[in-house]
């Protein structure tokens, strides 16, 4: 949310560019522009200078929406950017990225490498940022983010079915709460529950839309450590029941690879590593050989095991989270 | 209980002893404390008591002030006559009304002013100008304008409650959490159900407040108009009862006027608390 808000207040600090046109000026680094008039190129390798940052004065979004219809995502050149960030300013440098239907992708990266970006991207919610690219996501999306975010002033049942009309809308509200445990719970208020019993009325507010693409924000972010375990087999189920894509932003190893059927590892915006859990399905254990392998690999990936222990190597790699 | 006598037992004397601190502790150790049965009579009865033993230790002249009994009996001889009872149902009426129109007109602008930015731009700026100018100071255009009939008096009384509820409910429903917003947003949420479901319901404590102070307004805007120019209500009761010296009365008009404030101010207090339920406040 930090960098959002720094996107806010950009305006008045940033010199805009003389010629500051609605799209950003095409660098002269022999790529050809990809498809769509907005499509900036690339800054490979090299930090240009601020006054090359792309956004235009007003700071406009050119993004071209599209709905799927088999509820896949399909995202492709998409470029964001805050003017207060490091560098030029872009936290998406032209990402492409293709979700199946059913598909559960989670994204891994450092603070600040732009998956919360991408997510508030896909869930249409980032109105305050430069930025151009194609995304096509499936009609109904819900997003799920890392505080519960229910309405203090409705009860629990009223929160799950926020904006759902129709008679069969609070049965089905009911349902989906007795399916992550919380039937009889209906009437409380939601400062009366816990934290992760809020987080599950969350769960059960996205699932009642019956959602073709889940978007979730690090929602076990602030549950402990035991309440998160449980998280996570409420989620892998109620997955599995209701089959939308999801779209998991983390910066938890071991949650993307117990969760996730493809772990993607972004970097500066970009994607680094994008790699297939080839464990069983079920639950999987971390003791898993495979496992190891692969939460090696995620960590090299975003640059754990270099920074932080140089000259050791690394006995625990869950220490360096 | 016998789970508590337990560890009592078990502790040292020291502990014993302490015994009053630890049933303090039952309540929040930096909330103002246990809250006290029937509380908001205390005050009251006090400045009673206090009325009543002055009249009758003489220390307060029966010529300044009445005695509480004496008011008591004028009281009960008014409304033997029907004068009481007359008077006050105009009175009631001209608030309640004007109280009424306040609440719709103070509600409505807010709405508009705090949803859209052209509402904003044109409405807030006249409010808050409204605001620097006492209604006392505007009743005589208003006498010019609307006479000085049912209608001047009505008008003068929405004039004084319609700004506190647009204030106060314009600044609840501008701090509503921007989270809550971009809730609506990702359930799609209609513009419609975004102001029920979430603006209306955000903006309920901002306007409970307003009401508070819109109620206790709407009646001390009836005292001035009613005392300027009436042929009936509390305050043309008052008014008489000044020229021909009789204080008991004037005193009864007061009282009542206190009562009535006092009363609905609980009132809103008892709906604020009920429509409220879902907070968690230092009160609580």
Redesign the interface.
Known sequence: MATHARGLTRAPGIPAPPDASEHAPAHADGTPAPAGPAAPAHADGRTPERSAVPPPAHGALADERTTTTDGSVVVRHLDRAYGLAEGDGRVLRDLDLTIAPGEFVAILGRSGSGKSTLLRAL???DHDVHGTGTVAVPER???V?Q?S?L????RVLDNVT??LRGPQARALGRERLAEVGLAGRERA???ELSGGEQQRVSLA?SLV?EPQLLLADEPFGALDALTRLRMHGLLRDLCARHRPAVLLVTHDVDEAIVLAERVVVLDEGRIALDVPVALDDGPRDPADPRFAALRALLLGALGALGTLTPTHPVADPRSTR | MTTLTAPRALASPRALSRAATTRRRATRRLGPGRSIPGGAALGLLALVAFWALGSATGFIDQRTLSAPWTVVTTAGELIESGRLQENLAVSAQRALLGLLLGIVLGTLLALVSGLTRVGEALIDGPVQVKRAIPSLALLPLLILWLGIGETMKVVTILLGVFVPVYIHTHNGLRTIDARYVELAETVGLSRWQFVRRVVLPGALPGFLLGLRFAVTGAWLSLVVVEQINGTAGIGYMMELARTYGQTEIIVVGLVLYGVLGFGSDALVRLVQRRALAWRRTLAD
């Open positions: 869930a249409g919610l999306v819900s997003v983010f505080d975010r309405l203090p002033w409705a926020l904006g208020w939601p400062t507010r839309r």
